[in-house]
């Protein structure tokens, strides 16, 4: 992407995150933390350093970039393994990569190489816990992509992921995520949910094992200007949501672990799964035509 597209879009994150009014959700909080790439455990009744149970499938969920890191972060991972653990129980170990605070400049690379920064790290984090990737999960947002499809690639020497969830991947990275690094070739599964507004940042990918579906946002033109309702964002809401409402036919009733989903006492009475009725109808996903077409 060009020098002036790149200042374009750092403007128009900045302008977003300044006008937003919408910013205390279930996946992007006000306020910023300190974390600048660490692996927490959210499984039930674990710390957040404590060790994974390696009986049991894993689910890791991350992020994309912050431009603000001292006045929010996102929250997309800490509420969704909440929900996870309300719907499913004791099911999985259920972790986060957190690299809010991490500062990113659109210019000479720099998103390219911190996304393969973090991704190194996490495929490090994760392999220092056990984690087996044939019964693992990575989900990401944005430039978090970049880091799983990374990640995968560090572990390949212990086997393909089970699969990749891709949220929104941003156009320009395609070619990184897809051609340079294989995506494809170091996960069995490599989901691609994107929004085509005008506040989404990707679009469809046509490589042989890549599922594309379409997420629709109610509100193209207003995200461009305010980071609450912004496509690229509620793509992250959108998936959180199918994960709090079973009876949504896509995103999280997509993945390969959903089998594992099972009940737990002890979590399920730590808080009572949202109602379906509070999912937005006015999110449809759709799969996109040509797939798998080469």
Known sequence: MDISRRRLISLLLLCSIATGCGLNTAILQKGGNGRKGVLLNYSCGAHPCDPIDPSKPTIVITHGWNPLPNRIHTSFACSSAQAIKCRCGDSYNLLSWDWNAVKVTPFKGEPERIGKCQGRMLAAALRSRGVDPARTQLIAHSLGTLAVAQAAVCLSDLGPMAQLTLLDPPKQLHDEIFCKLGATHHACVVENYWSPGLSGYGAQVDCRGVCNYTVQGPTPIRGIVD????????????????????????????????????????????????????????????????????
């Open 227 to 294: 980071l609450s309702v912004s496509n690229h964002v509620q793509v992250m809401q959108w998936y959180y949501e199918t994960i709090c409402c079973p009876s949504n036919p896509c995103g999280f009733q997509k993945s390969v672990l959903l089998c594992h989903c099972g009940s737990c006492e002890r979590c399920q009475s730590a808080g009572k799964s949202p109602d379906s009725s509070e999912t937005d109808p006015d999110y449809i996903a759709t799969t996109s035509a040509g797939s798998r077409n080469r």
